[in-house]
DNA sequence: CAATTTGCCTAACACTTTTAGGAAAATGTA
DNA sequence: TACATTTTCCTAAAAGTGTTAGGCAAATTG
């Protein structure tokens, strides 16, 4: 009967362990008690369910992913800020897969609102300020930035780019000029189709 | 006794469509069962197990979308292919949920190189042959247009662009101005970077 | 030190996955 | 048509996960 200790917090640290070594979607609640050398019931003192789990897990890999990301942006600016939040996002993932997989979550609303993901967005706005954006445009391209720097991390993760020539470091090298190119000279909307 | 005449076919179909109702990730061999009103041992002649299952529905997902591709390229070139091959991807993650998550599940290499997905890649190469680029930037600008459209589908799905003021669609059709943008002046890579 | 709260336990139930072995239906063959 | 084989579905059962209920001992509080 002695105590081990358990906490919320402890649970989603070892959750978020979990997640690196066999995948987010499959972490488990018993897999988790088994670490804690812990009978299963005995988590549910601390979490309502295995959803709830999830949630903290995704809470925590949104929060050292803003931490990560505040300090790569501080004191940078221009393409130098765009490349340094880029890779934040992209060595985090490969660094930590299932934490990365936890932070895509979906949250509902109100966690969300509440959480470290909406300091993404603003962060990712700030890049914007070293270039010339004004409203309805920045918000579209905080939207594309999202993006690609998701659908990149993703698809290279999931071996996507792995067997072709150029190899993805390359790519990806190619793709901040490409972002920054882009956002230097953002084009006016196309009379056909707005 | 009276046999149900299951088949693999049959079993896939009717898994992709439980994923659009329930989301890929709760498809289970159990429901399946039920839904054919069979007991779910039964279901093994035909399945090898569950993850069987899941990719034989990535497979009929990944089928569909690219079939889908190539009727929407048919007959177009430049910006217009550009957009339609796009909206192909977004139109079809909307209406099938289930199925676009099921189309990214993770293959083995063999099934991945046999499956549709190679042709997607084909496709989005073919859309470049409007827009001049020669061969590692054409590689490269392949890659950016999976993740723009894989992120932006994702994100989008994910319910990430519907709070804020710009609405997706006008999001959507600016993220395609960009990119015919970028695609006809390709920036060259930077001295300082690569 | 007594009272209360908290943390972990056992027990039990529901559900999913998967294997083994049987019986009837469908199919092929003489 | 009669018989042998294969296929399809079944029952039974084991193992794993999720979750709730109720209990007892440890920690905390007054």
Redesign the pocket.
């Known amino acids: ?7 919320v917090d402890r649970l989603a640290r070892a959750g978020a362990e979990l997640a690196d070594e066999v995948g987010f979607e499959h972490v ?4 988790l ?2 670490r804690f ?10 979490l ?4 709830d789990l999830k949630t903290r897990i995704a809470l925590l890999a949104l929060e050292e992913l803003a931490d990560r990301a505040a300090d790569a942006l501080a004191g940078r600016a221009g393409k130098d800020a765009l490349i340094a939040l880029a890779n934040v996002y992209r060595d985090y993932a490969r660094a930590h897969p299932g934490r990365y997989a936890a932070a895509q979550f979906r949250l509902d609303p109100e966690t969300a609102a509440a959480s470290a993901g909406v300091k993404h967005a603003q962060m990712t706005r700030a890049i914007l300020r070293g270039y010339n954006l004004t409203e309805p445009d920045q918000t579209h391209a905080v939207r594309l930035l999202g993006s690609v720097f998701h659908g990149y991390v993703t698809l290279e993760m999931g071996g996507g780019f792995s067997h072709s020539a150029p190899d993805s470091e390359e790519t990806w090298s190619r793709t901040m000029d490409a972002l920054d190119a882009l956002l230097r000279s953002w084009p006016a909307p196309s009379t056909t189709t707005g």
């Open positions: 009967m002695a105590r081990v200790g358990l906490t488990t609640v018993s897999e008690a088994r050398d812990v009978k299963v019931a005995s988590l549910y003192s601390h309502k369910n295995s959803r």
